[in-house]
């Protein structure tokens, strides 16, 4: 079924899931600009430069324009105190699409309930950022030829982590997958994530050594560790102990790929060369697959 | 007369007003982008996003760029000590068209009078904000199909509110026009406004109760109430004396239409179903006709 | 030899700065629009309105699309600790090139030696800016129809200033160049300049007398006075002898010409009148040029 937002993973089924990478891997090759004319708006509630610029990017490579902000909790509107689903209405008499990041859970949702034209989640504060979990799944997909039977090593701050959730929620769409979770005790997924694999048949199982879990994935996803959600000590024990260094890069599969949703801090320590030429490094790939998945997004939802 | 440039709504005649308004139905219509190539800038001294995506989005719609600053105060070249007439005549090298707004009254005139391309006032100041009274008098004429021959209730904050203060010059060049301000007395129009109407032989009266002016207008154009400029109590009263409610909108007529310059704050208080459908609430589509009304005028500047 | 990136002046040889003024000749007299489907990122780690909307405005001429941060530093990359050059392949991957300002030197190189796209330097720190010395020296080039056998009176804070800096390693490149250093003992220029001109055979002398030179030089290249860097006494001192008004002005040649990198502050105080009017003023000129050679520049970058 076409989409006309997207706002949360669960909205995606496997056949959207297919049909978007198919149109990204089109794009990939042609240069065509299919949206002259039209006008994408990045409504941004706090500054996330890389995600808007990665938005921006697609919508010009498509052909189109872009008006953005940053700064919109600083909206003189939002000073003076409209609503956002007002604000939603006026932004959406000036554009085509909406792309939004906000720092309320929900946010995305009240927007596309008011607006006349499709929005897109671009992370709505705890809650969900959608076209990331989608360029993780396409980088799966691209870098080992499909996204069934295999094993994925979810590795980091899996308490707090989006962009682990969401992925979670794409990932029990699918067969044969196997996902270790690899956290100290005190940041482990949370039990709701948990229900919903249990409920969709995807096994798991949790481990908290990094290096038992290494050879067994055929994908490491790794997440950044956020040392100000942390108790003291315990960031320097997952800093040393769940890191990718040319140590723990050995333990890794010459047929299996590092993954991360970036920036990266020091759970990735690797010499320049490494990083730029060990095939298994994919997650400078994964940035270059976020642009032409969302343009391919961009493109489906504007398409008639 | 063709305009140069756009400074203060007195600049218009009725000759220009129907020529825009006659341009604006016309890019209403077709998707042309004759503007390719050129430049629009936005050098906005103080943040007023909803004005420049605006403008940002016309300029767009019709194929041109746009290069953009939202805090040309903290402009290195200002911090600096340039002159607002230097930052102009630079400006207007990189640019085919200005549209200013600034914090202080007569910078636009100052820009204008240095710049090498036209340029548009988007507020200065306590100043003028012309596009504004343009749009709210271009959906007058969309909704009731007149620009003669009507009565308008100007409500709110009369004595500070600038968008009333325009309108009042432009609704001066018409005929048959019968102006009630609604406002309690410590928030009337100033005195300036109403010799203007005088000699413009445009009737008028003052009312401080709405009830009465409710059911007399064709048009009933609300501003918004500015809690910091009142005195304590003031507000209150004015909330809840002054304000569209479902209660105070049965007294509307059928034919009548509500405008607002939004953001409108508390002085508009509807289920969202009445607001999304009731025909007489007008001030989303005075939304969009800003940005008709402001391709049109860009492309007329813009012409040879 | 074509160009990659453009990091520092010393980089230019002759043949590329004469291919580059043929380059901004054409691109002066024809509107094409080459570089349509290609995205440049302005990548500003501090504000410099003027310099990106240059840049900026180059681009989209040229046809191409921009996307933007000027606000780089507060990058959310940034702050999670992700290093310079992971943030250069990432926002690589999202364009064709990049524009970088940062506000410490030898930035731009870092950024250039990992970017997978063409990388300009728009000032880094105490670095370079060599665009700007391009500009000006492309100014020099079509105000006096040469760039040998000329004097120039370089007037101001010399030993801060970059501007002269990088200028000065440009026309060490030329043949018959005499420099005339014009600033008090306490600002006067750096010994690396003056031996660089000395192993380049530039003539030079060092005057700290205004009126000497004035009368002697074909360009007189003023820089702005920077308040803050000066010691007490020493700024009145610096803007009342060292600086442009209509009674120095007498002292200019009629077929000389003024330049100035701007924002100009009091080392420059003319009336309006002549500023617009008299043909040695040429500093707005120059800030035309500057568009036209950084189109030149751009377009050579990613020319195949």
Redesign the interface.
């Known amino acids: 079924m076409k989409l006309s937002c997207l706002i949360e993973a669960q909205q995606l089924d496997v056949a959207n899931i297919f049909f978007l990478f198919a149109k990204a891997e089109e794009l990939r090759k042609k ?1 065509e ?1 299919p949206l ?2 039209k ?1 994408l ?1 990045t409504l941004f509630y706090e ?4 995600t ?3 938005f ?2 697609a919508m ?2 498509l ?1 189109g ?3 953005s ?4 909790k ?4 939002a000073i ?3 609503s956002l ?3 939603a ?3 959406s ?3 085509d699409i909406i792309v939004i990041r906000h720092y309320e859970e929900g946010s995305a949702k009240r927007v596309a309930s ?1 607006s006349s034209v499709p929005v897109i989640n671009a992370g709505d504060g705890a809650g969900q950022h959608p076209t990331q979990a989608l360029l993780d799944l396409y980088t799966i997909w691209r870098e080992i030829g499909r996204i069934e039977h295999f094993t994925i090593a979810l590795v980091g701050d899996l308490k707090y982590g989006r962009t682990v959730r969401s992925l979670c929620y794409l990932l029990g769409k699918f067969h044969g997958i196997k996902i270790i979770f690899v956290s100290p005790a005190s940041l482990a997924i949370k039990e709701d994530i948990k229900d919903y694999l249990q409920r969709h048949s995807v096994g798991f199982e949790e481990e908290t050594n990094f290096y038992k879990a290494l050879p067994q994935a055929d994908i490491i996803y790794m997440t ?1 560790i ?1 040392k100000e959600r942390m108790q003291e000590g315990e960031y320097e024990m997952v800093k040393n102990r769940y890191s990718i260094t040319s140590e723990s890069l050995a333990f890794v599969r010459t047929d299996a790929r590092v993954l991360h949703p ?5 759970e990735i320590s690797l010499p ?1 060369d490494v990083e730029e030429k060990d095939p298994r490094i994919a997650y ?1 790939r994964e ?2 697959n976020g ?1 032409y998945i969302r343009m391919a997004l961009i493109a489906h939802l504007l398409e008639k």
């Open positions: 240069q600009r002259q004319g006008i708006t500054p996330s430069t890389r808007r610029l990665s921006e990017s010009l490579r052909g324009g872009v008006i902000t940053e700064n919109a600083e909206f003189s509107s003076k105190g409209e689903e007002d604000t209405r006026v932004v008499k000036y554009c008011v950044r956020q970036l920036p990266h801090t020091e320049l400078f940035v270059e642009l």
